[in-house]
């Protein structure tokens, strides 16, 4: 510190010690602001430092985390069609191109591709097993905006002439109506260095991935242009009775949410509907990962990378597995179970309501474990109905059931479900609440998904009115699934 300035002498001595105070002026904020430009530098860092561990956490999966570091940056600079697709060839086995449907989609009306690609099995063909109950599963007038695209891959030409005039006859009437159309597809252009042309497999299911992937990517590359909507399926699974129709229905309450996989089967691969405009970056993304990496992880990948954090999953299964034909699919693709799930679990809740509460029915019915249910009249927007857990739990299926009869009536015409966290005194109802889905043909059967790490537990199930409806509505079940840490750990 610098000593204090005796009395002034002069103007001269003045302005000296004048200029010295200034100096330790400026020098002390000087030296703050570099201490401060050091402290942000550090907390920049630890912050960079933080983000980069969870960015590298997130990337770090099981089997495919390492070529997904090495390649996300890749993937987001490649165009979006890959080369190999770019010149890949297409031959058309039975069925023409669906130019009707082109026009009805140009003209707003929802479509559905169902693609499913083929190869020749040690005991045959599996494709019309998958097909016939797929048509079967289809009824009303959904057909009309649904065409089913079967690809077949292989080099066999004998098996390929043979298998197209058995689904020409055996589907001669999908075929003329152009719901269903049947080609080959072959990659081509130029080998990509460490592609699927030469890539070296360390595991005996290395080359069946990549068979799969290659297949698949020739498949959604040809749909792209199809339809709004892309269904994917095995050659061995089987399609419940309306499972279509459900997909179908689904997919018109979700039209103006934002999504990027729509899950209508616990399975890993099969059930899975993609946006048809994210079909060429999941057809470039399939290829790029050529090594041993099962497909069904990059979907779950691709998922993630358009940030959707938690899969939105359909209670009940569109497809189950129907089993394989050799050791080596066991191995690589093995058969998967769907969930089954038990009676519905409904633990102690108070339900709430700004519903009119009509004749001797009281909110609590809807909730009941039995045939009773809730009736109100001429319900407006903002309306909801509300179950508040006792305490909070970890809700894994939520079901929810409006209208009477097959016919649906007095069903909520327009409603969505939300999850409540943050429980308010008295039961009142939730702090916050986030989105479960829309009711669907006033019906939503649907899973409920916790981002990874997360530790929060469900406290309300909330069913909101969306829109006036001058006529009765009858709640008739909300049901929830609670899982116990037994059945985590098992």
């Known amino acids: 510190m610098p000593r204090p300035c005796r009395a002034a002498r002069g103007p001269g001595s003045t302005h000296h010690c004048l200029w010295k105070y200034i100096t330790v002026a400026v020098t002390l904020i000087l030296l703050s602001f570099f201490l401060q430009e050091k402290n942000e530098e550090r907390l920049k860092y630890s912050l960079l430092l933080e983000e980069k561990k969870k960015i590298l956490g997130q990337l770090n999966q099981e089997q495919i985390g390492s070529e997904i570091k090495n390649r996300l940056e890749a993937f987001k600079d490649m165009q979006k069609t890959s080369p190999l697709l770019r010149h ?17 989609w140009q003209a707003g009306i929802e479509l559905l591709t169902v693609g499913v690609s083929s190869a020749q099995q040690p005991h045959g063909s599996r494709l019309r097993n998958t097909l016939r109950p797929l048509f079967q599963a289809s009824s009303g007038p959904e057909p009309e905006c649904i065409v089913v695209l079967a690809s077949l891959s292989d080099s066999d030409h004998e098996w390929l002439s043979q298998t197209a005039a058995n689904i020409s006859d055996l589907f001669r009437a999908h075929t003329e109506a152009q719901q269903l159309l049947t080609v080959r597809g072959r990659l081509g252009g130029p080998p990509v260095p460490g592609g699927l042309h030469n890539a ?16 698949y990517a020739l498949l959604m590359h040809f749909a792209a242009n199809l339809s709004e909507s892309f269904l994917m399926l ?26 990027v996989t729509l899950e209508f089967s616990s399975l890993s691969f099969s059930g899975k509907v993609s946006h048809s405009s994210d079909l060429p970056r999941l057809t470039s993304f399939f290829l790029l990962f050529h ?33 394989n034909d050799s050791v080596l699919e066991n191995t690589c693709f093995p058969a998967e179970k769907g969930k089954v799930f038990g009676e519905r679990d409904n633990v102690t809740a108070s339900v709430r309501t700004d ?55 007095y069903k909520v015409e327009q409603g969505q479900v939300e999850l409540g966290y943050g429980p308010l005194e008295d039961f009142k109802g939730c702090a916050r609440y986030m989105l479960l889905g829309p009711m669907v043909a006033g019906h939503l059967d649907q899973m409920v998904s916790y981002e990874e790490g997360s530790v929060e537990e469900l406290s309300c199930i909330r069913l909101l009115v969306l829109a006036p409806q001058e006529s009765w509505l009858l709640i008739r079940q909300i049901k929830a699934w609670i899982t116990e840490d037994e059945e985590e750990e098992s």
């Open 88 to 104: 890949a060839k297409y031959k058309f086995l039975a069925g023409a191109p669906p130019r009707e449907k082109s026009e009805k």
């Open 200 to 215: 070296s497999h360390s595991s005996p299911c290395g080359a069946p991935y990549s068979r799969q992937k290659a297949d």
């Open 234 to 259: 095995e050659d061995w699974v089987h399609c419940v009775p309306r499972s279509i129709s459900t997909v179908y229905w689904a997919l018109s309450a979700w039209k103006e949410l934002p999504w």
């Open 291 to 323: 090594k041993d990496t099962p497909t069904h992880l990059l979907l779950s990948e691709f998922r993630l990378l358009l940030a959707q954090n938690v899969p939105v999953r359909f209670g009940s299964s569109a497809v189950y597995h129907m089993g």
């Open 355 to 409: 519903m009119v509460t009509v004749l001797n029915d009281v909110p609590q019915y809807a909730y009941t474990l039995n045939k009773e249910s809730f009736a109100t009249l001429s319900p407006v927007k903002g309306n909801h109905l509300t179950v508040v857990l006792e305490k909070p739990q970890k809700v894994i299926r939520i079901e929810v059931l409006t209208g009477s009869g097959k016919q649906r009536q």
